[in-house]
């Protein structure tokens, strides 16, 4: 399955395109008068495999950028306020906005995960040099860095640890970018309420105002429980990749 | 062989006060943090004022890696045995963030301070509660 994934680039499919394609599918949807579309740009909509081909490149831009968003905004809402450089009212209302666009649920620290985390630290600076301690600032992909590296071990590819937590991650990267384009589809979704039903503002035509209010409300709720769930996959991932620390892999194979 | 740190150790106010200092060039040891570790463990036994005593950790060096963070666990694990506290001071702003992604920060009885008086001022302070 693993083979075929790879293959078919189902992993970058999932990661990228299927985000990509809510938000663009979204945005299209609730914002683009056919009416209004030029008629040169007609002429090549009319030409499916065209038509195919852009849209894939457009939700696959739109996948990666939403991924880029959602990486850096869940990093920086796991940076404690003191941290970010932020006091006061600032820190408040940057948390509030941070908690609404990126809430997820980190997984807790013991002993046994602090310890292993040191582990992989230290692995990393093997390879990497002094650099390894500043990799984990990077706490969503750092564990997948260990891992390619672990993977370069004789025999190591075939380690059902490492495959279970390679897919944790692609799970967590599906959820977490798919979060965001719902979020975003609500929010649209909302906004377009507010232009018809408060200001009167009928162009582009709209959908029907009820379905606006349950796409709105269902896009925000659907984001929070996909982060819910992202922060399941992730804590996966991590106790999974910490239980791989325990096997130490990383040392260099005596020749 | 002559060790590339240096700690001190002293008894402040009923908590044992470690300085550590160390040449960025000995960050690149991976043998450092074990050894760095078991030397704060031991003057830490050594100046043990009594049970349940903290131990305030003041790191005098513009870097840290991962070896730093292995003697501090070390340390820690130590201190926590004694039902002490182990306050970090002084640790290389930049490496803070690291310092909490890695989990030490969020331990029960890992804290930071910004000054050594801030330390010790907290450690009393949840001794008299």
Redesign the interface.
């Known amino acids: 399955m693993k083979d075929l994934i790879e293959k078919l680039g189902l992993d970058e499919f999932f990661t990228f395109v299927a985000p990509g394609s809510v938000l663009l599918g979204s945005v299209i949807a609730l914002w683009v008068d056919p009416a209004m579309v030029p008629p040169g740009l007609r002429a090549i909509l009319k030409h499916p495999p065209i038509l195919f081909a852009a849209l894939l490149l457009a939700a696959y831009t739109c996948g990666h950028v939403l991924s880029l968003w959602a990486e850096g905004g869940a990093d920086r809402y796991?940076?404690?306020a003191s941290?970010r450089g932020v006091r006061g009212a600032l820190a408040f209302f940057q948390g509030g906005v941070l908690a609404f666009f990126h809430w997820m649920s980190p997984p807790k620290?013991?002993?046994f995960?602090?310890?292993a985390?040191?582990r992989i630290?230290?692995s990393?600076?093997?390879y990497g040099g002094?650099a390894?301690?500043?990799l984990?600032?990077n706490?969503l992909g750092w564990l997948s860095l260990y891992r390619s590296v672990v993977a370069g071990r004789p025999g190591a590819k075939d380690n059902p640890l490492l495959q279970a937590a390679d897919s944790a991650h692609r799970r967590l990267g599906f959820a977490l970018g798919t979060s965001l384009a719902l979020l975003c589809v609500g929010l649209q979704a909302l906004l377009r309420f507010l232009l018809s039903f408060v200001w009167q503002l009928a162009r582009p035509p709209l959908p029907a105002l009820g379905l606006l209010c349950i796409v709105g409300v269902g896009g925000v709720a659907a984001s929070f429980a996909l982060r819910w769930a992202a922060g399941r996959w992730w804590r996966q991932e991590l106790l999974l990749t910490c239980a791989i620390t325990q096997i130490d892999l990383t040392t260099p194979a005596k020749p | 062989m002559p060790e590339d740190f240096n700690i001190t150790s002293r008894i402040e106010r009923g908590s044992v006060v470690l300085s550590v200092q160390y040449s960025p060039e000995s960050?690149?040891d991976?043998g450092l943090?074990e050894r760095l570790g078991l030397e704060m463990v031991r003057l830490y036994e050594a100046n043990l004022p009594g049970p349940g005593a903290s131990c305030v950790v003041v790191i005098q060096a513009a870097?840290?890696?991962?070896?730093i963070?292995?003697a501090l666990?070390t340390l820690y694990?130590k201190v926590r045995k004694q039902a002490g506290q182990v306050f970090l001071v002084g640790f290389p702003e930049?490496?803070?963030?690291?310092l909490?992604?890695?989990?030490?920060s969020?331990?029960r009885g890992f804290n930071s301070a910004e000054s050594e008086e801030q330390a010790l001022k907290l450690i009393s302070a949840s001794e008299n509660r």
């Open positions: 796991l940076t404690p941290l620290h013991d002993e995960i602090v310890e985390k040191i630290a230290e990393l600076e093997r002094l390894g301690v500043r984990s600032e706490p | 960050l690149r991976p943090g870097v840290a890696a991962s070896v963070v292995r666990y694990q930049d490496c803070m963030r690291s909490a992604m890695l989990g030490l969020s331990l």
